[in-house]
């Protein structure tokens, strides 16, 4: 996963105030959270939270 997609997250956690559990489920759920991350579910799969 490179840096520009580890900051978006980073972000997106802040943002809303997402613990790390809760923000991968959020990832998997919302396709706005994954557009804005840059995650395609057709290439990629959601990082899991030890990741974040």
């Not at 972000?11 to 959020?26: C, G, I, K, M, N």
Request: include cysteine.
């Amino acid at each position: 996963m490179g840096i520009d997609r580890m900051l978006r997250i980073h972000f997106l956690q802040h943002w809303f105030e997402l613990s790390d559990p809760v923000a991968e489920e959020t990832l998997n759920d919302s396709y706005i959270m994954r557009q804005c991350v840059g995650i395609d579910l057709g290439t990629q799969p959601v990082v899991d939270e030890t990741t974040f």
